[in-house]
């Protein structure tokens, strides 16, 4: 069996464990922030799906659905309890494990995997015209299970399992910028830190968080700001139990690959995956999760908040569309895909009954 459906059959994601100064212990309640049910994704049950925001509308499309790799595409309305139309059909080769990003009204679809070969080629979608447009190739190697961001009208694609220089296939670390006037990509200043597959990214006041993900088997437990504006990385705070004379996270259940992110405000948020224990720990969660950890951008600490009230699952998409955080699709193990929705309340209290 190919690398890739291996993946697929142990998608995962990133979690993230409770931030506190031991002098002055902070408390995070596990009952904060309330998940609401909305409309259903009116595509079929997938995982492994790419994704981008045009505006205040968010775009869903292909991914595999246990049997084949897709390529239809829908837009998800979020006013009200949320409304799905289908748009026009990707045509670039059917995929999975792919990236997406939006640079104005445009998003793009790249890199991924055919259920046979990793991809490199780069597709637009124009949201006026409901067309799509083949672009000139991503210039990184050819991958799968990167992750991408767009900040002050670039493009940027970084990590991932690719080909290597050897010849071979390893994970990966470099970072290439996309100019969308020129269609042309450069490469940037590597990732500072470990090579890593599945990884998570949130994206803050023009700045990019690129963290966790697998290597080697393990969780990656390093955490990474790039501003793109200097072409640099900034090492954050560590995401697995790491004690100094001034600072015990506590962390216990933190890395994981294949997450699904958003932001709201000036707080990041991490749910579902697959934990995987750190090299450094001698234990550590493991499984497909539901956990949900809010970061704070400003203290560079994390705090738990309600748990995903769907399913346990790896490869599901997460997006922010109007200033919402919201969950989408995903799958367990070789049998099981979704296509249910939720949306996180961060400031009401956990509600059964939603």
């Known amino acids: ?51 981008f925001v045009i505006g205040d509308v968010a775009y869903i499309g292909g991914g595999y659905d246990g049997t084949a790799r897709l390529n239809d595409f829908w837009k998800f309305d979020p006013t009200g309890n949320g409304s799905w139309r289908q748009v026009a059909d990707f045509t670039g080769t059917a995929r999975s494990n792919a990236v997406g990003f939006a640079v104005g009204n445009v998003g793009y679809v790249a890199t991924g995997n055919d259920g046979n070969v990793k991809l490199k080629d780069n597709w637009a979608y124009d ?23 767009a900040i002050n009208g670039k493009g940027y694609i970084t990590t991932g399992y690719g080909d290597n220089t050897s010849g071979g296939s390893s994970n990966l670390k470099d970072i290439w910028e996309y100019n969308p006037s020129a269609d042309s990509w450069t490469q940037k200043t590597s990732l500072g830190g470990d090579k890593r597959t599945g990884a998570s990214v949130f ?15 393990y969780g990656v437990n390093d955490m990474w700001a790039y501003d793109p504006s200097k072409d640099s990385w900034t090492a954050k705070r560590k995401l697995s139990n790491v004690t100094d004379s001034t600072f015990d ?9 294949y997450a699904a992110t958003f932001v709201i405000g000036d707080f990041g948020y991490i749910s579902t995956g697959q934990l995987v224990a750190p090299s450094s720990s001698t234990g550590g969660s493991s499984g497909t999760s539901t956990k949900t950890w809010q970061y704070d951008f400003a203290n560079d600490t994390w705090a738990r908040r309600t748990a995903y009230e769907g399913k346990a699952r790896t490869g599901a998409v997460g997006f922010t569309v109007a200033g919402r955080g919201f969950i989408a699709t995903g799958g367990a193990g070789s049998s099981s895909f979704y296509d249910d929705i939720w949306e996180l309340d961060p400031n009401n209290t956990y509600n059964a009954n939603d």
């Open 1 to 51: 069996m190919q690398k890739a459906s291996l993946y697929l059959l142990v998608l995962g994601a990133v979690c993230i464990s409770v931030s506190c100064n031991k002098s002055s212990s902070t408390t995070s309640s596990e009952d904060t922030g309330n998940w609401i049910k909305r409309s259903e994704f009116e595509g079929s049950q997938r995982t492994n799906a790419a994704s």
């Open 127 to 149: 949201a006026t015209a409901n067309t799509w447009t083949k672009k000139n190739d991503f210039s990184g190697a050819a991958r799968y299970d990167a992750v991408a961001f």
């Open 203 to 217: 994206v803050y006041k023009n700045v990019a968080y690129v963290f966790a993900g697998m290597n080697n088997g």
């Open 249 to 257: 996270d506590d962390y216990s259940d933190i890395t994981r690959a």
